[in-house]
């Protein structure tokens, strides 16, 4: 089984919907984070979180927002999907512990396509 | 501002060395790493560097740090079809690496 797992890996929706992609970790790992990825643009952090009571915005974090349920669950919403939000979204752990090299270990993705 | 910059595409015979820059901007990143991404998959750390460090050879992948340019490079030797992936590079910002921001990401192709 995967250490991070992320549903759904494929969305279809349409303008206006509300959406929620669903990460969750088994690495035991208290940092989360949220990217998107766009041809040519590389990974842009969408919100980041270091435990469950601590949530930051990143790059690009406007028209998203972040639930930490738990240690092991971060979950992204759009509130209302529109077009330019079409995109791969990755969720990403990594071990905040002491000698940590800050290495993120990654989900697979989750494709978001918005009509 | 945080900015991390490498070329789009890089196509390389089979057996040859790849060699893919990046280019950062924070003079204080405490680690700058090379991720792999192969199609349909997440992004996997393929190696790092201290900040205070030149360079760092791990099998065929050899990286070098310039400081002074702020200037990070990956060399592959013997670039194999297996290399076939897009290749991000990375940098560390604010304390104990809490924040990684990426580049656009190289996609490196395989001539035969």
């Known amino acids: 089984d995967a250490d991070v797992t992320q549903t759904p890996r494929n969305r279809i929706t349409k303008t206006g919907k509300r959406i929620m992609l669903e990460c969750s970790q088994t690495k035991g790992h208290d940092r989360m984070y949220w990217y998107r990825q766009d041809p040519g643009l590389g990974l842009r952090l969408i919100y980041y979180?270091?435990?469950?009571?601590?949530?930051n915005k990143g790059e690009i974090s406007d028209g998203y927002s972040v639930s930490r349920q738990a240690q092991a669950k971060f979950s992204l919403s759009l509130e209302s999907a529109i077009p330019n939000q079409t995109a791969l979204y990755f969720c990403?752990?990594?071990?905040?512990?002491?000698?940590?090299?800050?290495?993120?270990?990654f989900g697979e993705g989750s494709r978001l396509t918005v009509l | 501002g945080e900015d991390v910059e490498q070329s789009l595409f890089l196509s390389v015979r089979e057996g040859d060395s790849s060699v893919i820059n990046c280019t950062y901007t924070?003079?204080?990143?405490?680690?700058l790493y090379w991720y792999k991404q192969e199609p349909g998959a997440g992004l996997q750390l393929l190696t790092y560097?201290?900040?205070?460090?030149d360079m760092k050879q791990d099998q065929r992948l050899t990286v070098l740090l310039n400081k002074k340019d702020k200037h990070l490079s990956l060399r592959i030797a013997d670039t194999q079809t297996g290399d076939s992936a897009i290749y991000f590079c990375a940098e560390s910002i604010g304390g104990s690496a809490s924040k990684i921001i990426f580049g656009s990401g190289t996609r490196l192709s395989i001539r035969p």
């Open positions: 560097i201290f900040s205070n460090m």
């Open positions: 924070d003079s204080s990143s405490t680690y």
């Open positions: 990403a752990t990594s071990d905040a512990g002491t000698g940590a090299n800050g290495e993120l270990f």
């Open positions: 979180s270091f435990d469950v009571k601590d949530i």
